[in-house]
């Protein structure tokens, strides 16, 4: 496992999150959702092709320092079958429905309304609104995308992830289950994956 560290070099620096993830990848979890990171025998051939080396490491550093310098914040499961949670961002005041394996639910013991910890990074609204966000009342209008990664389901650093948990306000937890189970009432069906290089894709 890598440090945490302050600085990113596949991230924007200038730009710093008011409550950064700070939680450390874990490479076995991060292999379950993105085995296509990780092909059988990797290690032994990527040395003789150096641009996927470089690709392979590119990725595998950006997801590391989303968790670490992203914006953490509210989630929570709101259907069990498919699992799927709601993350929350604060900057567009909406929720992202996420679609992850079903056998998470037992793995995680995971029931209606568990609490999870999203880490977010933003793509600006000049590149327009992804539809199958709904902006709320406190949009702050900066952003029209953002990009949630479920903290427990990439990272063992629990310590960490119940810390910064407890830090968020009871009023988030709520409003993000209540968005949630809005977004849910009114999707017909249509989720994120929630794996890594997917879940900044809108729902179909």
Same mark, same amino acid.
């Given at each position: *496992?890598?440090?945490?560290?302050?600085? $990113?070099?596949? %991230?924007?620096?200038?730009?710093?999150?008011?409550?950064?993830?700070?939680?450390?990848?874990?490479? !076995? =979890?991060?292999?379950?959702?993105?085995?296509? %990171?990780?092909?059988?025998?990797?290690?032994? @051939?990527?040395?003789?092709?150096?641009?996927?080396?470089?690709?392979?490491?590119?990725? %595998?550093?950006?997801?590391?320092?989303?968790?670490?310098?992203?914006?953490?914040?509210?989630?929570?499961?709101?259907?069990?079958?498919?699992?799927?949670?709601?993350?929350?961002?604060?900057? #567009?005041?909406?929720? /992202? #429905?996420?679609?992850?394996? &079903? !056998?998470?639910?037992?793995?995680? =013991?995971?029931? $209606?309304?568990?609490?999870?910890?999203?880490?977010?990074?933003?793509?600006?609204?000049?590149?327009?609104? +992804?539809?199958?966000?709904?902006?709320?009342?406190?949009?702050? =209008?900066?952003?029209?995308?953002?990009?949630?990664?479920? +903290?427990? @389901? #990439?990272?063992?650093?629990?310590?960490?992830?119940? /810390?910064? =948990?407890?830090?968020?306000? !009871?009023?988030?937890?709520?409003? /993000?289950?209540? *968005?949630?189970?809005?977004?849910?009432?009114?999707? &017909?069906?249509?989720?994120? &994956?929630?794996?890594?290089?997917? +879940? &900044? !894709?809108? /729902?179909?």
């Amino acid at each position: *496992m890598r440090k945490r560290k302050a600085n $990113a070099q596949t %991230l924007n620096n200038f730009s710093r999150a008011s409550h950064p993830g700070l939680v450390i990848l874990s490479h !076995e =979890k991060l292999r379950r959702l993105e085995p296509q %990171l990780f092909p059988q025998g990797i290690y032994k @051939f990527l040395r003789y092709i150096p641009t996927l080396r470089k690709r392979w490491d590119w990725w %595998l550093l950006r997801i590391e320092e989303h968790l670490n310098n992203g914006d953490s914040r509210a989630a929570v499961v709101v259907y069990l079958e498919p699992l799927i949670v709601a993350a929350y961002t604060d900057e #567009l005041d909406c929720v /992202a #429905l996420l679609e992850f394996p &079903d !056998e998470f639910v037992e793995e995680y =013991k995971l029931t $209606a309304g568990s609490r999870l910890l999203t880490v977010n990074l933003y793509r600006r609204r000049e590149k327009g609104l +992804a539809p199958d966000l709904v902006p709320g009342e406190r949009d702050h =209008k900066r952003y029209g995308n953002f990009i949630p990664y479920i +903290a427990e @389901f #990439l990272s063992d650093d629990n310590e960490r992830i119940a /810390a910064r =948990k407890t830090e968020i306000s !009871e009023e988030e937890w709520q409003r /993000a289950e209540q *968005m949630g189970r809005e977004a849910l009432r009114k999707c &017909d069906g249509a989720t994120r &994956d929630g794996s890594p290089l997917l +879940a &900044d !894709e809108p /729902a179909e």
